[in-house]
Structures are given as C-alpha cells and as structure tokens.
C-alpha cells in the first residue's frame, strides 16, 4: 500500500519554428503536462496527460487537475494502480455532466501511471519487469509526425538517424496523394517499413476505393482511414474487406469497443494511448491474452509518456514498434537528467526503478508556463 503526500503539476511549452501539419490542423507548439506524485516513502511517481492537441486544451486541464483533483489524492491511500478508477467515480459524474469526459480519461490515466510508477519504485524494480518479469530491455521504433509536404527528405534524416520503419502523414484534404504514396515506395528500402497515417482524413464514401488503388504498395499498415466517430460497424465493415492493414485505437474511449476490435481477426494493430484513456492499466489487460501482439502504443507527447510506453510495450508486446515523434522536441528527449535516446531505431531501458528516469530542472526551468504543488 502507499499514500499520497505531496502532489506537483507542470505545464510545459516548446514552440515550434517547424509547424506539425495533420489533417486535423496545424500544431505550433508541443504542449507537456506532467504530474509527479510522492508518497510517503518519499518516492515520486510520473505521470503524463494528453495534451498534444489544440495546444490551448493543456492550460485547461492543468486547472482542472489543480481545482478539482489535487484534493482526492493527497492522504489518499492506493492497495492497486486501479483504485484510481474507485477514488474518482464520483468526480466522473461532474464531467459526464459537463460533456467532457475526455478531459476526466486523460486526467485519470495520467494519475493511473504515475501510480503504477511509484508502485514499482517502492518494490525497487523497472516498470517493465513489475508489470511482466519476461519483459525485454529493448523495443523497436518507428519515426512518426512525418509531414507529407518533406516526406522524402525526413524519412531520409530519419533513415540516418538509424530508423527503418516510418509512418508518414497523408489524407490533408481528404485527398489519397497517389503520388506520394508512389514516390515514397520507390524511395523505400527493402528492409525498411512504411505506415501511412489518414489521421481520420478520408472520406468514408471513398475509403475502400482509395484502399484498394494502393494495394499493390507493401503498406505495414494504414491508420485510421476514416473518423473515428463511425459507428463500429462501418469501422469493422471497413476492416474486414481493405486490402491493407488498419490500425486504429488513438481514439478509442470505450473498453467494449476496444475489445470488439481487438477480438477483430483481420485487425492485427490497435493503438490504446496510455496518457488518453485507461492508463497503464487498461492495456496491459490484453498482457497475458492471445491479442497480445496486435498493441502497438500510441504516443505523442514528451518523455514522460513516452519512457511509461515503452516500458508498457516491453511488458505487453516487446515485438512491436513503439510511435516515436521524429519532430524536434526538447519536451520528450531532454526532459530527464539523462537524454532519451534512440540508437539504431531502438530504445533501450535501464535497470533503474520505475520508469528509470528523473526530471532535469533545467529543462522544466526553461519550458514552464506554469506549475503547482500541494
Ligand atoms: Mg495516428
């Protein structure tokens, strides 16, 4: 058992000279809201809450973890990760009342990883090993964030840099960029994978044609093609006939849903967030099941988030490939006292407990628009 004694937030900003183009809209600056809880015992678990996009959505949040969460948790004792879920079901009914359950999911799951983070600094283990002792110390990645407007030239840098597996972003406009598809398998390597992102762009009248036009491209997989807010059965009715490989699950909020597609026999990659829904405790759910193999985290945020899911992906699937952001982004790779790296498209944890990493000041110092502490 641990209790909770003291309780810090951070908003953190970089801007960006190289604006992010998604389908969705432009990103001008990478937003980072981290929490750190301390317990009794004096360690200090991290957690990390959704906040990439509208960039405005991290100052909102930040309130509403201070105002109305803080409270909860200080003195609050935790037997399991998952009592987060019990000691905030009534705080729920504020958000389902407010229409903002989002807000609550990803405030929650942020709250979730940090305390399974302290769970496994108070037993002095990695996260990986607490949550799965055959966990490896290592996982594949692949380079995401890629614009379509500089394709080549990133996945160039990218390839570089020692990544072979590159997801690019497609769909602006709701457009299929034949072209570009064209161009980027020819500048392909026979080793080397390509993941194409529609981020929700197409439109669903024209989704199975436009997947059946590129079929002939060796395409590792095609996220979500179309919105997300399809109802499961056009989703699935879309899955069971593409030529190619979806992946999906970024925005998926709901465990029945989740489940359906992931049971889904020609779906083989589903992308829960750790940092948007369900925490570190709803994936690893599937941990000891035969769909084990189909989780390939998504993340888009800074280290915090990013070492959590990679330890989380060791533990669940430590065949997979973990999203790794190619943009610039002092906020993921020099949060820690330690810079993460990325050596030969793999990241490599250590043998240090929990997450294995501590917060640079300086880097904190440098991004903050604001903090609290209780
Ligand atoms: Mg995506």
Do not use: C
């Not at 200080?74 to 019990?86: A, G, L, R």
């Not at 996260?127 to 160039?156: C, H, M, P, R, V």
């Not at 979806?246 to 992308?271: H, M, P, R, S, V």
């Not at 330890?311 to 002092?330: C, Q, Y």
């Amino acid at each position: 058992m641990i209790k909770i004694k003291k309780v810090k937030i951070y908003h953190l900003e970089y801007p960006l000279k190289d604006f992010v183009i998604a389908s969705f809209g432009l990103m001008k600056s990478r937003p980072a809201l981290l929490i750190e809880i301390k317990d009794y015992n004096n360690n200090t678990g991290l957690g990390e809450i959704w906040s990439n996009f509208p960039a405005d959505g991290a100052s909102y949040k930040f309130n509403l973890f201070k105002n109305i969460f803080i409270d909860k948790l200080i003195d609050t004792n935790f037997n399991d990760p998952s009592d987060v879920y019990k000691i905030y079901k009534s705080i729920k009914t504020i958000f389902v009342q407010s229409a903002d359950l989002g807000s609550y999911d990803s405030i929650i799951s942020a709250i979730n990883s940090a305390i399974w983070d302290l769970f496994a600094k108070n037993k002095q283990t990695p996260l990986n090993k607490f949550l799965n002792k055959k966990s490896s110390n290592e996982i594949n990645t692949y380079a995401s964030g890629i614009n379509s407007n500089d394709a080549i030239n990133t996945i160039n840098k990218a390839r570089e840099s020692g990544f072979n597996a590159f997801k690019i972003k497609i769909g602006l406009n709701s457009n299929l960029d034949f072209k570009l598809i064209n161009k980027i398998f020819k500048f392909k390597l026979p080793n080397e994978k390509i993941m194409l992102d529609v981020n929700q762009g197409w439109d669903r009248k024209y989704a199975l044609i436009y997947l059946r036009k590129i079929k002939k491209y060796p395409i590792y997989w095609i996220e979500e093609p179309i919105s997300a807010l399809s109802s499961d059965r056009e989703y699935l009715k879309l899955v069971n006939s593409s030529p190619a490989n979806i992946a999906l699950g970024e925005n998926i909020y709901n465990e029945k849903t989740f489940d359906l597609f992931i049971k889904n026999k020609n779906l083989n990659f589903i992308q829960p967030d750790i940092s948007k829904y369900g925490g570190i405790s709803f994936p690893i759910k599937y941990m000891n099941t035969k769909y084990k193999n189909k989780v390939f985290l998504h993340f888009l945020g800074s280290g915090v988030g990013y070492i959590s899911s990679a330890h989380v992906m060791s533990a669940i699937n430590s065949n997979g490939l973990l999203e790794t952001d190619f943009n610039k982004n002092p906020l993921r790779d020099l949060i820690f006292t330690e810079p993460i790296k990325v050596t030969d498209g793999k990241i490599k944890l250590n043998s240090t407990p929990g997450i294995g990493f501590n917060l640079s000041k300086n880097t904190l110092k440098k991004y903050l628009i604001k903090q609290f502490v209780k």
